[in-house]
């Protein structure tokens, strides 16, 4: 097999790289002359005492890592790929509580139990609430525009929210934060009953917790782990006053003292953090690239104005990935696309390669919002940790671009998106954007 032509010291996991641009020309590399390969970093620098992770490029090889948990294991150094280098392993160890950092058999009980809240009909019974949202969050922004700051701004509880980032005189808005990071909190609000005023407490503290490796949040890792005590305190609060007076909503399902197979109070608050990263950050950032991708591609935007394929969710995460790499720890030695790895050694799985794979997917760089199948790899591949909240996310992208689409037809970019300084998230902080006429205003 032939080697792969990198320049010296190139790391798939670089904040730097991915505050630039996803690797799309060093992915086909990889797929196509090393698809599993070792990748050197000095020790401690991704927060682990090791010397550097595999690189898993192909769509095969990242679901069958996914898929055999028993080989794999999410638990032993987390499923996230790269940390701050401050990190102490103590602050790691204290991350497996999170369910996306379990192995089976506890995470199979744990999953067992917030399932209930992502059944189809407990996704459907949100459908009504979060259309009128969606709705009322586009309405918003144009009935802003030019004049006012956005949620986050207004707040302050937007970390790197800056002039630029509010409505402009000019009638642009930043779309980020006017529109794409509205939808998933209230989503999450209505889910498991916050009141939605507190919305930007849940805005502020996943923000802090996900971007400490963007120097403009100024966010250390300790302001990131402060955020994440401050949550996992709301959250086990909230489950200690469902205890005591139970209401209909998901809290009260997954906490409720009576019978057994409920969370405890800080099991409930670690889902409220793995709900707040993996529901609002991801959705957040899938929503801004699928406009962002539909502003690029007018065709598209048409396309998609006058039909409304119902294929267009799942394009949309293809195309975005908003979670570029997560990582697996050997469990014992292993053959990987003729690599051997040993018990031990950590294992990146390249979501945002694997979902551009040309054994896979036809022009798989071509955004295509009728492409069926789609077996892209966006949320997850497969196996216990395929995402849970899947359905709730193809609702929230569905229902605000039908919104976007009646209210803000003719939407256009100014300039191109500011991205976030990441290891793993493939983000976005800003898109400033100027509203079209608006369309209807009811449907």
């Known amino acids: 097999m032939p080697c792969p032509h990198l320049p010296e010291g190139f790391d798939f996991t670089d904040p ?66 790269r940390f701050n280098e401050s990190i102490g392993r103590d602050q790691i160890e204290v991350q497996k509580l999170i369910m996306l950092n379990m192995d089976p058999p506890e995470h199979t009980r744990v999953r067992q139990i917030v399932q209930r809240g992502f059944t189809p009909r407990a996704v459907r019974s949100l459908e009504q609430a979060l259309r009128g949202r969606a709705r009322s969050i586009v309405e918003s922004a144009l009935a802003g525009a030019g004049r006012d700051t956005g949620p986050g701004v207004e707040s302050g509880t937007d970390p790197g929210a800056s002039s630029t980032a509010s409505l402009e005189a000019d009638g642009s808005f930043d779309f980020v934060t006017r529109v794409a990071v509205e939808l998933p909190l209230q989503a999450i609000a209505e889910l498991i009953g916050v009141p939605q005023q507190d919305r930007s407490k849940i805005f502020d503290w996943s923000n802090k917790m996900a971007a400490y490796d963007d120097p403009e949040y100024a966010i250390t890792e300790e302001v990131g782990t402060e955020a994440a005590m401050e949550l996992i305190s709301y959250a086990m609060n909230l489950a ?29 608050g670690f889902f409220v953090i793995l709900l707040a990263v993996a529901g ?76 551009n794979d040309p054994e896979v997917f036809e022009n798989p760089e071509t955004f295509d919002i009728t492409r ?26 569905n229902l605000i671009f039908n919104a976007i689409a009646d209210m803000m037809p003719d939407l256009r970019l100014v300039g191109e998106p500011r991205r976030l300084r990441s290891a793993w998230l493939n983000g976005i902080k800003q898109l400033q954007v100027v509203p079209g006429r608006p369309g209807p205003t009811s449907g």
């Open 16 to 81: 730097d790289l991915l505050q630039a641009r996803v690797p799309h020309p060093e992915f086909t590399e990889m797929r196509q002359t090393a698809p599993v390969w070792w990748c050197t970093q000095p020790a401690g620098i991704s927060g682990f005492d090791d010397e550097g992770y595999w690189v898993v490029t192909r769509h095969a090889d990242v679901k069958y890592v996914s898929t055999h948990p028993e080989l794999f294991s999410s638990h032993t150094n987390t499923a996230v790929i």
């Open 372 to 397: 069926d199948p789609n077996p892209h790899l966006g949320f997850g591949g497969g196996g216990p940790h395929f995402c849970l909240g899947k359905s709730l996310a193809v609702m929230e992208i």
């Open 280 to 355: 609002n950050e991801t959705t957040r950032n899938a929503i801004s690239h699928g406009m962002h991708a539909f502003l690029t591609h007018p065709d598209q935007w048409e396309l998609y104005k006058r039909e409304r394929p119902e294929t267009t969710a799942e394009e949309i995460v293809r195309w975005a990935t908003p979670v570029v790499s997560f990582q697996r720890t050997a469990t014992q030695d292993v053959e990987l696309g003729g690599q051997l790895i040993k018990k031990g050694d950590r294992v990146g799985l390249f979501y945002s390669s694997a979902n």
């Open 240 to 268: 200690a006053a469902r205890k005591e007076c139970p209401a209909k909503d998901i809290v009260s399902q997954l906490v409720a003292a009576e019978g057994q197979g409920n969370l405890s109070s800080d099991e409930f």
